[in-house]
């Protein structure tokens, strides 16, 4: 899912490990990608596995997700 806010020199990147049974951390990730977006900064909400095609750029923020289970 790609958030551009235009012209925004404000890059995040949210990455979270894909769940196929209870895509929890997609669940979450999403709504927390809404807060930067308020600000105008450009937000990339991928999965790990599609964080490898990514091309280089100036990302400001990092944002792991990792599921945890009990």
Same mark, same amino acid.
């Given at each position: ?12 990147? *949210? ?15 999403? #709504?927390?990608?809404?807060? #930067? ?20 750029? $100036? *990302?400001?923020?990092?944002? #792991? $997700? ?5």
């Amino acid at each position: 899912m790609d958030h551009q806010a235009l012209n925004s020199d404000h890059k995040v990147l *949210i990455v979270f490990n894909l769940d196929l049974f209870y895509n929890l951390a997609e669940k979450v990730c999403l #709504p927390f990608a809404e807060g #930067p977006e308020e600000k105008k900064w450009s937000v990339k909400v991928v999965t790990l596995a599609a964080a490898r095609y990514i091309k280089s750029q $100036r *990302i400001e923020l990092y944002v #792991p $997700r990792v599921n945890t289970y009990n």
